[in-house]
């Protein structure tokens, strides 16, 4: 267990629909990254919160929104989906500056 | 544009001996690198980093290089075991921090007994 949890793991929704995954930092930890992981794509970053507000955005879809609350958890929205919003979502989360991200171990969205 | 990039989608090793995963860049901004391994059904975890100052880092049975004039990083693992099967991302950023990691697409390395 790396101390982050990510609910679901896993979603099954249909074309034009929105879900919401959710993740849980690790204690102590105040920055939350979120980041996409398709068939053909290594490890996309999408967002980043530090403290509750958005410090960094990378290629995210105007379709998709996150936040992240007072308490530290952070929820990553998906609307409209798509087929090809398929994939593995992780969320990571860290003390913030230098070392490694902790992981969680992930979401995995199937949208049919 | 694969601003990170792992030429080598798979490698394989006997157990004892080395294993050296390669990872290239091309954004000259790049100035912190990090490897993550990653088991199925897990997320990546971190294993060791290195700064655009040093050209090496070592932390057991890990070692990082990094070139920076031929913008290429490598991770050594002596020896390798069977429980470093896994695939391994390399991942860099830009501003001395782990801000916005842009990741390698992976190499799956197997240690075979």
């Known amino acids: 267990d790396s101390g982050v949890t990510q609910t679901p793991k896993h979603l099954i929704t249909a074309t034009g629909q929105r879900v919401t995954l959710r993740c849980s930092p690790r204690?102590?930890?105040?920055?939350v990254y979120w980041y996409q992981q398709s068939l053909d794509q290594g490890l996309q970053f999408l967002i980043q919160y530090y403290n509750g507000e958005e410090r960094a955005k990378g290629n995210i879809l105007e379709r998709f929104s996150a936040q992240q609350f007072p308490d530290l958890h952070s929820e990553l929205n998906l609307s409209s989906l798509e087929l090809g919003d398929s994939a593995l979502y992780f969320c990571a989360s860290s003390v913030d500056g230098f070392g490694g991200y902790t992981f969680g171990s992930g979401t995995r969205l199937t949208v049919v | 544009d694969q601003q990170v990039k792992q030429n080598s989608p798979s490698l394989s090793v006997q157990e004892g001996r080395i294993s050296i995963l390669n990872c290239d860049y091309t954004?000259?901004?790049?100035?912190?690198f990090l490897w993550y391994k990653k088991y199925p059904a897990e997320g990546p975890t971190f294993l060791i980093s290195?700064?655009?100052?040093?050209d090496k880092n070592e932390d057991g049975r890990f070692t990082v290089f990094l070139n920076k004039s031929a913008k290429h990083l490598s991770l050594h693992i002596v020896p390798s075991q069977p429980g470093d099967s896994a695939v391994y991302f390399c991942a860099a950023s830009a501003g001395g921090s782990n801000y916005k990691l842009t990741f390698g697409k992976g190499t799956l390395l197997t240690v075979n007994p």
């Open positions: 954004n000259s901004m790049f100035d912190y």
């Open positions: 204690s102590g930890d105040l920055s």
């Open positions: 290195i700064s655009s100052i040093k």
